[in-house]
């Protein structure tokens, strides 16, 4: 950290002067350069007077505030040198703008720093800020992102500059102050010596000067503004809740409208509104191409914030992300941990991981972003966030973005959406906020519409008229209806006198490809190949697939602009980019292409994307949606499978089996053979699992996937696949309560076992017969078969085989090993094996495996009437397998905790909550253990009296075990029919029940219960 003593500049010059390590090995570059340096003033009278923690609070926000200003503008924050920042502006890539740009960003730190004392209580934050431009020379060096290797005066001088600012104000190089234009004034502070440098030079000081800064959306989109027409009411809500945000108490609301009504729009002039100079923004955009890339707004922003590069490298991305969550953020280790697993593993080299209880890290993952985007809401500094067009929504995001919808109410904050009527969120838009509707405009507002756009000068009415019938109200349509007939009327028909055409398109699309047709070929090119790639497209890879020359292309794309069919800008990445004026405009262009162009171009796209190997990240969906569209279904339908495993490998199971849908689909467009079989099995076999996690192994879905799944592989007879689906087959017969065919089926894996013996057959096929036979109450076989398993079991080989399985045999096993030693009337044993299992599921660390570890032992607790044990662990289970999404899990919990209850005298909240595990349980479609659940029930329904509803009970499990052939639970349900009826006051009845649960208990072996 500085002291008020010691010169930055001094530290920054050690800096420069340790050079680069070896530069004769690297590769050079010379090129111009501007560098910020902007150092935090009197940082020791700050630590001193807030002591060591609070300044670190305030370093924090210091550090945001500078790098989101860099960033805003395009820069990169190079380095942290203690408390001070210094960021570069044309690197890694330069435009003639970067001097403009640092200054930019300059002006947006001394604000906000102005801005941000106001709220902070005691505490003054000001800067110091030095700017120079100059030539440096880069030595290109792996590893080095951020340009630690740069050489050059400049940085010198910048570090120089900043000592001459007084506090709160920036002081540039004369290079600067010329480069930078008349978009700001500067004061001439005259010659001055800069220390190290042999002339003095002429400086100055940047004036204030307000100006607003454009987001990132708008800089991109350039800037071509009609006034505002209408939507007055809208306005005034929107500015209503800004106000309360203000005042400390947020709100959100969603705009919902057609394409093209003014979502947008209306959002982009709140921002521009008055009472928001004292606001933050921050606009999180959707995308089509990325619906299902979990998180892909929250990412995408990360990425620009922090300067990750499109064409980085994945570790660097992951590298960059590490260090800034750390610098930046100040994330502790744990912190950071968990934003690495969540927000910086996509790619398709991402692996389909389920170790890491990615779940339970995603809601701490949202915790902390959550938190850092309401940090920077202050009441008086109100945060607009922006959701924009969710109805391309990712299903993880809308998870995270309905959570801050929640939570913006103790905030000053207001969260905004815009949506299209369709989408995740059609009929519950409640969910985001008051629900704000955009109508069309009336005719006359079109009218006024048409006159602002400039275009509609000496139009006469009946043109204007043609207008507002066209586009009947929609101003995106009003716009583009006027600039055509404004082309009309400048062109040829109006030198000849003729009236404007009446055959004017219908639809946009016709619009769009008239105005295309009037430009030059080159301009066509560009803009169709554009419009394959995206809304926003890469220029670099427009131009290489155009096969234009620079100049050409450079001519092509101004073309677009003045049409205003698009704009260039830089994407998020710090690309040049272009973005097509509207995403309906995108599709205009994209729809005046021909089938077979459109294969052609796409399959184009689809190479540029698979040659770029290791370089830009390949978004695995956007390139199998390429592939699709290029007709390559099976390349597509690979790709497809990689995102699903990404998916999965992240928890995200919604978008995991959206990717699976989709890869299916497009195997259905394959020939019928091995090939489609072998990619259809590859997509089955995530497919299965992930439906068995998320909704339970009785869900017919789960079925149905096992099935056809078992049915590829027995075409394709490979045996070492085999045993996991049979597994899974016998699994799903055993959860919907067919137990004599999940023992059918398992016959199979250990005819597999005979002919070739492995430990996966192995621990399979004993672990299926110990389960089948638990609950057909063969204690003793089950006894046999689970301790095959416990017993040939190692974590070390085969914690593993649950990315085959699902299944963590180690802990499955002793999981029932101990429910069976316990009703064997071994009660120590049991518990002694229900505690390894939590041991074992500690060390796998798999959010399932440790949910079946808790069940392990509260089940056992139940069991041998350990009600405080009991209580413990299912208390535990609900919240655990609540937060996971593990229904059954959460079932069973809640029985038992209304078990414990009614044991402990709270008989009627306990019964309620029996009923409503059972209902659960029902519901997840699993047949087994409802006997049990039942005998619970009933003899708290007789602790109060409720005869009736308990002998109802009885009777119709009695009816069930008998059917599905789950003698383990007979014992109790006799037991229990013995409690109902002595409480009836049948003691003749309830004796004979007792012969009868005695007997089965010997049947059985069921020591437990014998008594
Ligand atoms: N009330 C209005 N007054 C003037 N211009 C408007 C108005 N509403 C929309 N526009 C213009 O119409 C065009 C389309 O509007 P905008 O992009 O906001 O639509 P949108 O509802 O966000 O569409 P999408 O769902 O496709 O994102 C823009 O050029 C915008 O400036
Ligand atoms: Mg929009």
Known sequence: MSTSTRHPGDRLGALIAQGPAEPSDMPSQHRQLTVMFADLVGSTALLEEHGPEAFSDLLRIYHNLCTEATRTQDGTVANYLGDGVISYFGYPRGTEDDPLRAVQAAWTILQNLEQLNRKLAGARLAARIGIATGRVIIHQKPGDYYGENVVGACLNKAARLQTLASANTAVVCAATRKLAGKAFDFEDLGPQDLKGFEQPEVVFRLRPRRRKGLSRFEALRGERRTPLV????????????????????????????????????????LRRD????????????????????????????????????????????????????????????????????????????????????????????????????????????????VFEDVHWIDPTSAEFLENLVRNAADHACTVLTTTRPEGPFAG????LGEVVQLERLSDAQSVELAKATGLAAGMDEETLHVIVEKSDGVPLFVEEYASMLAENLGGREKAEGQKVRRDVPMTLGGLVQNKLDRLNPHAQKVARIGATVGRVFDLQLVRSLSALGRTTFDKALATLEAADIAHRGMASGSQPAAIFKHALVQDAV?????????RRLHGLVADAMLSDKGGRRITAEVLADHLLAAGRN??????????????????????????????????ELLPAGDER????????????????????????????????????????????????????????????????????????????????????????AHTMRGLVAWHRGDNPAALEHLSATVARYDPALHREFYMRFLKEFGVFGRFYLGLTHTVMGKTAEGTKHAKAALELAKLVKRPHVYGFALLANFVTAML?????????????????????????????????????????????????????????????????????????????????GRLDEARALLDRHD?????????????????????????????????????????????????????
């Not at 099976?634 to 199971?653: C, I, K, N, V, Y």
């Not at 009923?915 to 007789?942: C, I, K, P, R």
């Open 864 to 944: 041998r009437d350990d009600v405080p044990t009991a209580s413990r662990y299912s208390e535990e289970g609900i919240e655990f397998a609540g937060r996971q999404g593990f229904p059954e899990m959460v079932a069973m919990s809640m029985i038992c905790q209304g078990w414990a209850k009614a044991k402990r005298g709270a008989i009627d909240t306990g019964i309620h909550q029996m009923e409503e595990g059972s209902a659960l349980w029902a519901m997840t479609g699993f047949e087994n253990w409802q006997a049990y659940f039942a005998s619970l029930l009933s003899d708290a329904y007789v602790a109060v």
């Open 230 to 269: 209408g939507r007055d009411r809208e306005l005034a809500l929107l500015r209503k809740l800004m106000a309360r945000a203000a005042g400390g108490s947020g709100g959100a609301a969603v705009l919902v409208g057609e394409p093209g009504i003014g979502k947008s729009r209306l959002i982009d002039v």
């Open 677 to 764: 079989d072998d990619v259809e099995l590859r997509l089955r076999a995530i497919e299965g699992p992930t439906l068995m996690v998320t909704r339970g192994p009785g869900k017919p879905a789960f079925g149905a996937a096992q099935a056809r799944a078992l049915e590829l592989l027995r075409r394709q007879n490979k045996p070492d696949n085999l045993v996991p689906v049979i597994y899974n087959t016998a699994l799903h017969d055993w959860a919907c309560g067919r137990l004599a065919e999940a023992d059918r089926v398992n016959d199979e894996i250990f005819a597999i076992l005979d002919a070739e013996p492995s430990d996966a057959a192995y621990l399979a």
């Open 590 to 598: 994209y729809g005046s292409l021909g089938t077979a162009e459109r």
């Open 428 to 431: 519950r838009l409640s969910a």
């Open 274 to 385: 008055r009472a928001m100079e004292s606001a933050r923004f921050l606009s999180l955009q959707c995308s089509p191409a990325h619906q299902f890339s979990s998180l892909h707004p929250v990412k995408d922003y990360l990425d620009w914030v922090f300067g990750v590069n499109a064409d980085d490298a994945r570790d660097v991305r992951r590298d960059k992300l590490r260090r800034l969550f750390q610098s930046a953020w100040q994330t502790d280790e744990e912190q950071t941990a968990v934003l690495m697993d969540v927000v910086a593993s996509s790619g398709p080299e991402q692996e389909a991981n389920a170790d890491i209880g990615i779940l339970l890290k995603r809601r701490m993952a949202f915790q902390i972003l959550s938190k850092k985007v309401f940090s920077t809401a202050v009441p008086g500094h109100p945060l607009l966030l």
């Open 959 to 1011: 009816e069930r075990v008998a059917r599905f052939g789950e003698a383990q639970f007979e014992p109790l349900l006799a037991k229990s029919r013995a409690v109902l009826l002595s409480a009836a006051g049948d003691l003749g009845g309830a004796a004979a029940a007792m012969q009868i649960a005695r007997e089965r208990a010997a049947r059985n072996k069921a020591a437990l219960w014998m008594g």
């Open 634 to 667: 099976r390349e597509s339908a690979e790709w497809r499978l990689t995102a699903a495993m990404a998916a999965a490998g992240e928890g995200s199971a919604a978008e995991a089996l959206a990717h699976i849908t989709r890869g299916l689909a497009a195997t």
